[in-house]
């Protein structure tokens, strides 16, 4: 059984930094593309960055600039590095992975990390 275990969450103030990472244990598959995710207080999930298997990456208007997203593929982990947080990065930072399997398709969540930004 595969799990995404996330870690780095924590309390930080506006202007800050935080590294959020999350680990693929006991998977044999392929993993795709890895991503991350947000909830914040009274919100729907949101996308914040992607990053495919060659490395390639994308991220959502509101963090461009002030978030990374990298892979270590032995390690099967995905990071984001958070510069300059603000308030409203506040929320639950979810891992997602795509991981792939005799051509099937397989989709994972981590159980969240809460991130909160204070002023």
């Known amino acids: 059984q595969v799990q995404l275990v996330e870690s780095g969450g924590g309390l930080v103030q506006a202007g800050g930094s935080l590294r959020l990472s999350c680990v693929a244990s006991?998977?044999?598959?392929?993993?795709?593309?890895m991503a991350w995710y947000r909830q914040g207080p009274g919100k729907q999930r949101e996308l914040v960055a992607v990053?495919?298997?060659?490395?390639?990456?994308n991220y959502a208007d509101s963090v461009k600039g002030r978030f990374t997203i990298s892979r270590d593929n032995a390690k099967n982990t995905v990071y984001l590095q958070m510069n300059s947080l603000k308030v409203e990065d506040t929320g639950v930072y979810y891992c997602?992975?795509?991981?792939?399997?005799?051509?099937?398709?397989?989709?994972?969540w981590g159980q969240g990390t809460q991130v909160t930004v204070s002023s």
């Open positions: 990053i495919t298997g060659g490395g390639s990456t």
């Open positions: 006991r998977s044999t598959f392929t993993i795709n593309v």
């Open positions: 997602n992975a795509d991981l792939v399997n005799w051509g099937r398709h397989y989709d994972y």
